[in-house]
């Protein structure tokens, strides 16, 4: 099936510090990937919609300026979040939808990564 | 705008028994998709079944099934069989067309051996 690969699955970094977490569509092109963020105990918000080769779509409260998103190729799409804050702290989650034939309009999901900010 | 709603925060059943957990929704899409998902606590999120809104047949995946009433906006799961490796956070989701997924809050399930 479908695979979608997230890197890293851990992160602890410095607070003020940028990070970036990677997002793969392994076997597939996705021209639209999806970043969520679960905070404890709770469900999955969505943060924004990545689209290939243009800018991100932000849901509303996300700072954009804050958590950069980018797509440069059909396989990957990239979250950066700047100048991070304890916070920030939380799991991150991609999806990407998978492409005509695969009935369903079934999206899958990365591995997700921790984030830490100290 | 889609709103999901899971009522139920924790539920439980015994080994080998059946449970339903509930969802209802709301869209303002006229072609859209339902799924649920099980995030166990490894926290990868796994697809366990989906539902076209222009079927009108229930979809099922072995020992999972769903009871998709349009009408009313509702979109159970049932669990049957239910098995240790069931144990998990079960998440309800609607997508349309713009195929993002609006996730409800999420059912706790927990298996009793």
């Known amino acids: 099936g479908a695979v979608v690969s997230q890197h890293p699955s851990r992160v602890i970094c410095k607070s003020g510090t940028s990070v970036k977490i990677e997002c793969r569509s392994l076997?597939?092109?996705?021209?639209?990937m999806f970043w969520y963020r679960q905070f404890p105990k709770q469900s999955l918000m969505l943060m924004a919609t990545s689209n290939e080769g243009s800018k991100a779509t932000y849901e509303q409260g996300v700072e954009k300026d804050k958590f950069l998103i980018n797509h440069a190729s059909l396989t990957l799409s990239t979250l950066t979040v700047t100048s991070a804050h304890p916070e920030d702290s939380s799991f991150y989650i991609c999806?990407?939808?998978?492409?005509?034939?695969?009935?369903?309009?079934?999206?899958?999901f990365g591995e997700g990564s921790w984030l830490t900010v100290v | 705008a889609q709103t999901v709603t899971q009522s139920q925060p924790e539920m439980s059943v015994q080994e080998a028994e059946t449970v339903t957990l509930s969802c209802t929704y709301d869209t303002s899409e006229s072609d859209y998709y339902l799924f649920w998902y099980k995030q166990p606590p490894s926290r990868q999120m796994i697809l366990v079944i989906r539902?076209?809104?222009?079927?009108?047949q229930n979809a099922t995946e072995n020992r999972f099934s769903v009871n998709f009433q349009k009408a009313a906006k509702s979109f159970s799961l049932k669990i049957s069989d239910s098995q240790l490796g069931d144990a998990a956070m079960y998440f309800c989701a609607s997508g349309g067309g713009s195929e993002k997924l609006v996730f409800g809050k999420g059912t706790k399930l927990t298996v009793n051996p």
């Open positions: 076997d597939f092109q996705a021209t639209t």
């Open positions: 999806s990407a939808r998978a492409p005509p034939g695969i009935p369903g309009n079934t999206i899958y």
């Open positions: 539902q076209e809104a222009y079927k009108q």
